[in-house]
Nanobody, 127 residues
Framework: QVNIVESGGGVVQPGDSLTISCAAS????????FAWFRQAPGKEREGVSC????????KYTEAAKGRFTASRDRANNKVYLLMKNLTADDTAVYYC????????????????????WGQGTQVTVSQ
């Protein structure tokens, strides 16, 4: 059983940067891949980034490419998402998800592929 807790969300202004975190427990090896998803009001959940099993691959969707950086702290079972130059379009609930033996070999990593989810953290970008 993998338990996930996200934190670090908040209200920021356009152009600001923000780092959100994902703490995982029950994960004892590097077999797990971690992905970030987000869901804006009235929209479907969309993928943002994916760090694959054993960190072999890190992929970003178009929404994140060039502005977001995902990273993993193996020693502490944490995953981070650094978001730069935020805009109102980035306003959403951000979710961390984990799945075992998942390569993240492409920018297509549907939410249905991930079994373990956190409760989400709200990021609001507003003047």
């Amino acid at each position: 059983q993998v338990n996930i807790v996200e934190s670090g969300g908040g209200v920021v202004q356009p152009g600001d940067s923000l780092t959100i975190s994902c703490a995982a427990s029950g994960v004892i090896s590097d077999e797990y891949a971690f992905a970030w998803f987000r869901q804006a009001p009235g929209k479907e959940r969309e993928g943002v980034s994916c760090i694959g099993t054993r960190d072999v691959n890190t992929k970003y969707t178009e929404a994140a490419k060039g502005r977001f950086t995902a990273s993993r702290d193996r020693a502490n079972n944490k995953v981070y998402l650094l978001m730069k130059n935020l805009t109102a379009d980035d306003t959403a609930v951000y979710y961390c998800a984990a799945e075992s033996w998942y390569p993240c070999s492409s920018t297509w990593f549907p939410a249905s592929h991930f079994k373990s989810w956190g409760q989400g953290t709200q990021v609001t970008v507003s003047q």
